[in-house]
């Protein structure tokens, strides 16, 4: 049998992601002085709300 959907056809049913990925790094200091980096990735509509990020 002869497969009915290509990976063509496949492919083109999958929207893009609207928005645009930044990379937000938290720096929090600790008790003995030491600063950890905690590192995530958020998705925002525009490049312009970046400083909206919290």
Do not use: H, L
Not at 3 to 29: L, R
């Amino acid at each position: 049998m002869a497969k009915k959907q290509t990976f063509g056809d496949k492919s083109k049913g999958k929207k893009a992601a609207e928005g645009v990925f930044v990379k937000v790094v938290k720096a929090t200091k600790s008790d003995k002085g030491a600063y950890k980096f905690n590192e995530r990735y958020e998705r925002i509509e525009e490049i312009g709300k970046v400083t909206d990020i919290k």
